[in-house]
T-cell receptor
Framework: GDSVTQMEGPVTLSEEAFLTINCTYTATGYPSLFWYVQYPGEGLQLLLKATKADDKGSNKGFEATYRKETTSFHLEKGSVQVSDSAVYFCALSDPQTSYDKVIFGPGTSLSVIP | GAVVSQHPSRVICKSGTSVKIECRSLDFQATTMFWYRQFPKKSLMLMATSNEGSKATYEQGVEKDKFLINHASLTLSTLTVTSAHPEDSSFYIC??????????FGPGTRLTVL
């Protein structure tokens, strides 16, 4: 079945460091890919998305490129801030198997220290 | 746009009582909503798919008699935890999509059963 794998962390970075969180997926069809962010004590917020191969999603300095050949959707940010501390979830939605369902990776906890 | 609300945000109840959690799509109609459960420092686990005007579809291992779902209208779904026990304590999150594909999540409800 469809699945999402991502580095679980926790990841600790200094402010202004470069961030990469790896995410790979397995899907039957041509899924849409997402990154969601969850700040402490809150629900999930959509950070960015890509709906087809080679699409790049970007928001708030974060970006991720849909790579069909490597089945990956790695999250990157050039310079992290303390306010980026949160848990990041990679996710997919596969219309071929379950149109509206979202399948989540395990989440990666990020702590950014001053 | 695409705002989903949940009420209450936090609830504490005694063991054996029932608790109802509401999920509303504020600026769009949703024929399908989803209910997730999140354990501390864990990813989201899909519990059920709530369908307007019909019975909910439960994931394997989720007790349908314990977690009652009612999708009363195109903007409201409710989750009732019946005869709650301390092990039901968790963070419950709902989601909905205005068009399918991208899910928008509510802020979550923290349930504590004493």
């Amino acid at each position: 079945g469809d699945s999402v794998t991502q580095m679980e962390g926790p990841v600790t970075l200094s402010e202004e460091a470069f961030l990469t969180i790896n995410c790979t997926y397995t899907a039957t069809g041509y899924p849409s890919l997402f990154w969601y962010v969850q700040y402490p004590g809150e629900g999930l917020q959509l950070l960015l998305k890509a709906t087809k191969a080679d699409d790049k999603g970007s928001n708030k300095g974060f970006e991720a490129t849909y790579r069909k050949e490597t089945t990956s959707f790695h999250l990157e940010k050039g310079s992290v801030q303390v306010s980026d501390s949160a848990v990041y979830f990679c996710a997919l939605s596969d219309p071929q198997t379950s149109y509206d369902k979202v399948i989540f990776g395990p989440g990666t906890s990020l702590s950014v220290i001053p | 746009g695409a705002v989903v609300s949940q009420h209450p945000s936090r609830v504490i109840c005694k063991s054996g009582t029932s608790v109802k959690i509401e999920c509303r799509s504020l600026d769009f109609q949703a024929t399908t909503m989803f209910w997730y459960r999140q354990f501390p420092k864990k990813s989201l686990m899909l519990m059920a798919t709530s369908n307007e005007g019909s019975k909910a579809t439960y994931e394997q291992g989720v007790e349908k008699d314990k977690f009652l779902i009612n999708h009363a209208s195109l903007t409201l779904s409710t989750l009732t935890v019946t005869s709650a026990h301390p092990e039901d304590s968790s963070f419950y999150i709902c989601s909905a999509s205005p068009t399918g594909g991208t899910q928008y999540f509510g802020p979550g409800t923290r349930l504590t059963v004493l």
